[in-house]
């Protein structure tokens, strides 16, 4: 039986960090640990491939790791990740991310879920509508994934809120400009960052039915690794260029690139 506390969890595993959002105390979603995610075997866990699981309980618990770094132009002036990027979070991802195993999506949207009600994101903002805008891929590695990976986990993350009876949307405002230029595999991972951090635009909406009312919610901005965040920094800036309000953004993990704060 998977179904524990998420109270007994953090005392049997002692992997919590709590010092930096709100206690994790009495905010557990009954869905992330229930019986209800005991499904789609046989299979290895994505993080570790311990049979019979999505993911194990030892690789979600790796995701309660709650990271922050700071975001300044957000209303909240902070961003979230579920966990660290190392280990079995980043083995984890990157097999969902690049190995198609979409059996995460679900569990990873609700990890987010999780972490969005953990950092009173859910509390202070259920009166308002919420846009969950992904952070856009290229068109080339959605062709190379046969799938934007962002927006199918915005799209759970979303129907998540709506049954907390929270106003909700999926907004892919944000998409990478198709630009000619030199072959992708000729750049080093930090040109490539760069490249596809200037090819980020943001819809205008302005002239659309209904824009008010869009511009109206607030946006959290969805991306899977933060590793920098000048990309994020980049999404939020191109974001306000366009009249909407940023509260913050969450993401499955940060890595250590950059100290967290
Ligand atoms: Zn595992």
Redesign the pocket.
């Known amino acids: 039986m998977l179904h524990m506390p998420l109270e007994s969890i953090i005392k049997a595993t002692g992997t919590m960090t709590v010092g930096r959002t709100a206690s994790w105390a009495g905010c557990a979603s009954p869905s992330l640990f229930g019986s209800g995610q005991r499904l789609l075997l046989p299979r290895g866990?994505a993080?570790?491939d311990?049979p019979d699981?999505v993911?194990?309980m030892?690789?979600r618990n790796a995701f309660l790791d709650s990271q922050r770094r700071a975001l300044p132009q957000s209303s909240m002036r902070f961003g979230y990740a579920c966990g660290r990027y190392d280990g079995?979070v980043r083995q984890a991802i990157l097999r969902w991310k690049d190995h198609g195993d979409e059996e995460c999506t679900a569990l990873f949207a609700l990890l987010l879920e999780h972490l969005a009600a953990c950092i009173g994101l859910l509390q202070a903002w259920t009166a308002c509508g919420i846009l969950i805008v992904p952070v856009p891929s290229s068109a080339r590695s959605i062709r190379q994934r046969g799938r934007w990976h962002m927006l199918g986990l915005a799209k759970k993350l979303v129907a998540l809120l709506r049954r907390r009876g929270m106003d909700a949307s999926v907004a892919p405002v944000l998409y990478m400009e198709r630009r000619a230029h030199k072959a992708v595999q000729s750049l080093d991972p930090s040109e490539r960052a760069e490249r596809a951090r200037d090819a980020l635009r943001c819809r205008d909406v302005g002239t659309r039915r209904g824009a008010y009312d869009i511009r109206r919610r607030r946006v959290v901005v969805l991306d899977d690794i933060v590793t920098t965040g000048s990309t994020m920094r980049r999404c939020v800036h191109l974001l306000r260029a366009r009249g909407f309000t940023v509260l913050t953004s969450l993401a499955l993990a940060y890595t250590s690139r950059q100290s967290v704060r």
């Open positions: 866990c993080g570790c311990e699981a993911l194990c030892r690789c079995v």
